[in-house]
């Protein structure tokens, strides 16, 4: 079992910035692709970013160029840098662990994140 616990949100102005952390119990914690995800009101879950067991991170569209992703496995945390953060992008942002070959899928409780002036 994996327990996640995400920190660092809060209410930003627009054109501000955030760095959400992730940190992760398990101390296989390399095996897992760590996910960003984030849900507004009223919508659904939404994968915001993700990085891979190589370190590889990947962006959806809408936060590429603004959002950074990074792990540090000595200290089983992940980041998300947040940049030139938008209204649009505010919701609350759960942490993810994943690993598809073991069939494990764990999730943190979430972090608000607001933005607005």
């Known amino acids: 079992q994996v327990h996640l616990v995400e920190s660092g949100g809060g209410l930003v102005q627009p054109g501000g910035s955030l760095r959400l952390s992730c940190a992760a119990s398990?101390?296989?914690?390399?095996?897992?692709?760590m996910g960003w995800y984030r849900q507004a009101p009223g919508k659904q879950r939404e994968l915001v970013a993700f990085?891979?067991?190589?370190?590889?991170?990947n962006y959806v569209d809408s936060v590429k160029g603004r959002f950074t992703t990074s792990r540090d496995t000595a200290k089983n945390t992940v980041y998300l840098q947040m940049n030139s953060l938008i209204p649009e992008d505010t919701g609350v942002y759960y942490c993810?662990?994943?690993?598809?070959?073991?069939?494990?899928?764990?999730w943190g409780q979430g972090t608000q994140v607001t933005v607005s002036s």
């Open positions: 993810n662990a994943k690993n598809d070959f073991l069939v494990r899928n764990y």
């Open positions: 398990e101390v296989s914690f390399s095996i897992y692709t």
């Open positions: 990085i891979n067991t190589s370190g590889t991170p």
